[in-house]
C-alpha cells in the first residue's frame, strides 16, 4: 500500500470545480502535517495548501478563498476542494507529508512523503 495516494484530478473549464483525494497510510495520518503542491510544466513545485495534525490550515495567496483543504479522519483521508478554477492552476497535484508545518506551508526540503501527482486542467 502506498503511502499516500492521490485520487479526483481530470480536466475542467475555467471557472468550474474539483475535489482532490488523498488517502494517507496509519503511520502517516494523524502524525504528519498533509498538504498538496503543485508544479505546471516548466515550473518550480509550489506549496498549494496544507493541514497541520491541530487542523490549522494555510494557503498559497494565489488559492486562498478559492481552496479549500479538509481531512475526514474515519477514512485517514485529506482533500482539496477547488472552485472558481483558473487556466493558471493547470498543474500535476501532489500529495505531500511533512513533519511540521504550523500555520504556514512546509517548505518543499521538509517533505518527508510524496504521492505519485494528479493531473489537474483548466481550459475551455
Known amino acids: 500500500q502506498a503511502l499516500l495516494e492521490e485520487s479526483g484530478g481530470g480536466s475542467v473549464q475555467p471557472g468550474g470545480s474539483l475535489r482532490l483525494s488523498c488517502v494517507a497510510s496509519?503511520?502517516?495520518?494523524?502524525?504528519?502535517?498533509l498538504a498538496w503542491f503543485r508544479q505546471a510544466a516548466g515550473q518550480k513545485r509550489e506549496g498549494v495548501a496544507a493541514i497541520d495534525t491541530d487542523l490549522r490550515t494555510s494557503y498559497a495567496d494565489s488559492v486562498k478563498g478559492r481552496f479549500t483543504i479538509s481531512q475526514d479522519n474515519a477514512k485517514n483521508t485529506m482533500f482539496l476542494q477547488m472552485d472558481s478554477l483558473k487556466p493558471e492552476d493547470t498543474a500535476l497535484y501532489y500529495c505531500a507529508a511533512a513533519p511540521v508545518c504550523g500555520s504556514e506551508l512546509p517548505p518543499i526540503n521538509a517533505v518527508g512523503y510524496w504521492g505519485q501527482g494528479a493531473q489537474v486542467t483548466v481550459s475551455s
Open positions: 496509519e503511520y502517516i495520518y494523524g502524525s504528519y502535517c
